[in-house]
C-alpha cells in the first residue's frame, strides 16, 4: 500500500532562516507526490507536486521539493522562512487504483518566530 | 476558475439530528471527492464520484453517511443521526483527468 510519513509533528524556525519539512513515501510504483498548505479554519492549497518528470519541483510562495528515490524522501524546503509561511503543511501520495484518492501523512505545523 | 466552494463553512447540531453539506466543484471538473479531517489528522478519504457515479467509498462511510452528485455537478454529503465522533472538518475537491485535486475551504461540523 501507498503511504507518506511526515516526521515531525512540530518544526519551529526563525524569520529568514531554512525551512526544511520531512516527508518519506512508501510505493511499490513511481510515486506522484504532493505538498499541500493549510491555514486555520481553512481548505488545503496545493503548493507543488512531482509527476515522474523533474526531481526538483519548484511550487509557489518560494517553496521547492526534491525527490529522491533511493531515499524514498520528497523534503519540502525554502531558502528563507516568512511570517506568513506560518501554517500546517501535509504530504501526501496519489493512489492510482482505478481511480484517484491521496493518502495523506499526519501533517507538520510549521511555526515562524521573529 | 472560481474554485471549489463548499456551504456552509461552519455547521454545530445537536448529537442525532441529520446535516447535509453542499459541494460545488471547478466547473468542468468531472471529478469530485469527499475527505474528512478530524483535529491533528491529515484528511482522509471518503468516497469519489466520476460525473454522476459514486465509484469507490471507504470503510469510513458508515450507513449513516450517504453522498449524492445529481447530474455529475454539485454533490450533497448528508450525515444521518449525528454522533460526536461525526465533529470533523469535511474536505471536498475535484479534479478533471489529471492528477491534480484542488480543495475547497471545508466544513467544519460540530455535534454537541
Known amino acids: 500500500a501507498q503511504s507518506v510519513t511526515q516526521l515531525g509533528s512540530h518544526v519551529s524556525v526563525s524569520e529568514g532562516a531554512l525551512v526544511l519539512l520531512r516527508c518519506n513515501y512508501s510505493?511499490?510504483?513511481?510515486?506522484?507526490l504532493f505538498w499541500y498548505v493549510q491555514y486555520p479554519n481553512q481548505g488545503l492549497q496545493l503548493l507543488l507536486k512531482?509527476?515522474?518528470?523533474?526531481?526538483l519541483v519548484k511550487g509557489i510562495n518560494g517553496f521547492e521539493a526534491e525527490f529522491k528515490k533511493s531515499e524514498t524522501s520528497f523534503h519540502l524546503t525554502k531558502p528563507s522562512a516568512h511570517m506568513s509561511d506560518a501554517a500546517e503543511y501535509f504530504c501526501?501520495?496519489?493512489?492510482?487504483?482505478?481511480?484517484?484518492?491521496?493518502?495523506f501523512g499526519t501533517g507538520t505545523r510549521l511555526l515562524v518566530s521573529p | 476558475d472560481t474554485g471549489v466552494s463548499q456551504d456552509p463553512r461552519h455547521k454545530i447540531t445537536k448529537r442525532g439530528q441529520n446535516v447535509t453539506f453542499r459541494c460545488d466543484p471547478i466547473?468542468?471538473?468531472?471529478?469530485l471527492y469527499w475527505y474528512r479531517q478530524t483535529l491533528g489528522q491529515g484528511p482522509e478519504f471518503l468516497t469519489y464520484?466520476?460525473?454522476?457515479?459514486?465509484?469507490?467509498k471507504s470503510r469510513l462511510l458508515s450507513d449513516r453517511f450517504s453522498a449524492e452528485r445529481p447530474k455529475g455537478s454539485f454533490s450533497t454529503l448528508e450525515i444521518q443521526r449525528t454522533e460526536q465522533g461525526d465533529s470533523a472538518m469535511y474536505l471536498c475537491?475535484?479534479?478533471?483527468?489529471?492528477?491534480?485535486?484542488?480543495f475547497g475551504p471545508g466544513t467544519r461540523l460540530t455535534v454537541l
Open positions: 475537491a475535484s479534479s478533471q483527468r489529471t492528477d491534480t485535486q484542488y
Open positions: 510505493s511499490s510504483v513511481p510515486p506522484y
Open positions: 512531482y509527476t515522474s518528470a523533474a526531481t
Open positions: 501526501a501520495v496519489l493512489v492510482l487504483t482505478g481511480f484517484q484518492k491521496l493518502v
Open positions: 466547473s468542468e471538473h468531472n471529478r
Open positions: 464520484f466520476q460525473n454522476e457515479a459514486q465509484l469507490e
